[in-house]
């Protein structure tokens, strides 16, 4: 099949998944009104790939690099800065066109590229050979992944093993000569209950006495013993909002919940290899970081272009502080595009395979979460009180008070005051609203806290090289001779 149409991607959820939702079983999860739209964000991908515009066409869809069939090119596993560029090119055009991101590869493959890589390490011939023929698949049937790596994990300060409930990390239970059996939690899956295939990927280094829970594998969503338990979403806009036009994008995240499932030998990727669960983890992070600052570009330069508008619409915009703030806006996400580019530009070789540059990537995340509530904070400043107590469009659109909007919430007179009052509900979306606030934490922890992302610059910085440096600056070693 190669490529799918959007159509048979939602006729492919119809397979018996176990969903839940606000404690509602969901027969069709394609036709409920909050998963629903998460279908429809990932169903916008296929949409990109069925294009009859050749140069969107051409940049979602690739040869397979063996037989020439067209495949959605983030099956294409990277071999160079270029394949690298490519993903960050797609991410982003993805959002421009579709509104929203249809995370409907990008996590699944940033967990089995890191499974080659590891596999590679391992020099383990049949896992090798499983990543392989299961990438073969989702090229073959065009599927829909999610990347299932972070456990429930219970009390932080232990570990797997010293766990009151020995599953609070997904563990193998038992195994047999055709496959093993694994019990378990996973959290926060993006975009999960919507998904073909789950890949799942041990969240942290496990130990000598851990190996049952270093473990991954793929196995399909209506697996016997796996359940999805959603968060419930905000559903269609209101007709409150200003923008009722545009489709809602969401990827509803869930819980899942393994249990005692039974996944095939020719599935597995890792099965107690504990030594090589870091590099599993901590390669899928590099991955997953670049993937991350890949789709926050897009979404920080609307929310600059929203301090930008409300400047002109409020008649600020050649103000002395209100353009020291957006130079400060300007060169958050300014910093965040050069360093999410010279990621892909350097990246680290394994064999055949390239990792996105592991310090860079870690650092382009750590500006994004650590400034993230800054930059929010400019945009506010800039924007008015207004983006917190507006009007709404039932307001605007009620003729008893319409013309008192319309007077009073004027700015400058170079704009109407629609557009004004479209860019405040703009503003307000991203800066003062439910749903910015649920971005303020998916910035802190997704993709790891920033505590993750430092003890990893920590591992790849050139500390001995920069304190060597001060040592021959203060007289206590030698200069380099030349
Ligand atoms: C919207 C959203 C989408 C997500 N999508 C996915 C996804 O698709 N797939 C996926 O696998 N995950 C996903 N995640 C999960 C994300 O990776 C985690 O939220 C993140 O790793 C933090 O883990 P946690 O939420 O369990 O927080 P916690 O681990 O509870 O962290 C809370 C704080 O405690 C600190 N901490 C935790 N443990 C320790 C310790 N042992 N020692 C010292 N400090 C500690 C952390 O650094 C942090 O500061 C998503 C999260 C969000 C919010």
Redesign the pocket.
């Known amino acids: 099949m190669g490529i799918r149409t959007v159509e048979q991607y939602k006729e492919s959820l119809k397979d018996g998944r176990r969903v839940y939702i606000s404690g509602e079983k969901v027969a069709d999860i394609t036709k409920h009104p909050i998963l629903g739209i998460t279908c429809d964000t990932i169903g916008a991908g296929y949409e990109l790939t069925a294009s009859k515009n050749p140069d969107v066409k051409n940049l979602f869809v690739a040869p397979h690099p063996e037989t020439g069939e067209p495949i959605n090119r983030l099956f294409i596993t990277p071999k160079g800065p270029e394949d690298l560029a490519n993903r960050t090119k797609i991410i982003q055009r993805s959002i421009q066109l579709t509104g929203g991101l249809p995370?409907g590869k990008d996590?699944g493959t940033d967990c089995l590229n890191a499974a080659f890589v590891v596999a590679g390490q391992m020099g383990k011939k049949e896992y090798q050979e499983n990543a392989k023929n299961f990438l073969e698949h989702l090229r073959a049937n065009d599927l829909h992944t999610?990347?299932?790596?972070?456990?429930?994990?219970g009390d932080?300060?232990k570990e797997p093993a010293r766990q009151k409930h020995p599953d609070y990390y997904l563990r193998v239970v038992d195994r047999n000569k055709e496959g093993i059996i694994v019990k378990g939690a996973?959290?926060?899956?993006?975009?999960?209950p919507a998904a073909n295939e789950i890949i799942v990927?041990p969240?942290r280094q496990m130990r000598e006495n851990e190996g049952d829970y270093a473990v991954s594998f793929a196995i399909p969503a209506n697996t016997e013993g796996v359940t999805f338990i959603c968060r419930g979403g905000r559903g269609p806009w209101s007709n409150r909002e200003f923008h009722p036009d545009r489709p809602v994008r969401e990827?509803t995240?869930a819980m899942i919940v393994f249990d005692n499932v039974f996944v095939p030998w020719e599935r597995v990727f890792m099965c107690g290899e504990w030594q090589f669960s870091m590099l599993l983890a901590y390669t899928f992070a590099t991955f997953?970081r670049f993937t991350a600052i890949s789709y926050k570009v897009p979404s920080v330069e609307v929310m600059a272009g929203c301090a930008v508008a409300m400047a002109k619409y409020n008649g600020l915009e050649k103000v002395g502080h209100i353009r020291d703030k957006l130079a400060d806006i300007a060169a958050y996400v300014e910093t965040l595009r050069a360093l999410a580019n010279a990621a892909a530009q350097n990246p680290v070789m394994y064999g055949e395979i390239a990792v996105p540059n592991p310090l860079i990537a870690n650092m382009a995340k750590l500006h994004f979460a650590g400034k993230y509530h800054e930059f929010i904070k400019l945009i506010q400043d800039i924007a008015g009180g207004i983006i917190a107590t507006s009007p709404d469009r039932r307001d605007w659109d009620n003729p008893d008070i319409h013309d008192y909007l319309e007077h009073y919430l004027g700015g400058s007179e170079k704009y109407s005051t629609l557009e004004r009052m479209q860019m405040i509900h703009e503003t307000m979306r991203h800066v003062c609203s439910h749903e910015s606030a649920?971005h303020e934490?998916?910035t802190?922890?997704?993709?790891?806290?920033?505590?993750?992302q430092k003890m990893m610059i920590l591992a790849e910085s050139p500390l001995a090289q920069y304190e060597t440096m001060a040592k021959v600056a203060a007289g206590i070693l030698p200069p380099a001779s030349f």
């Open positions: 995370f996590i999610c990347g299932a790596v972070s456990c429930v994990k932080r300060s996973k959290i926060h899956i993006t975009s999960a990927v969240t990827l995240e997953h649920f934490v998916t802190v922890h997704a993709e790891g806290s920033m505590a993750a």
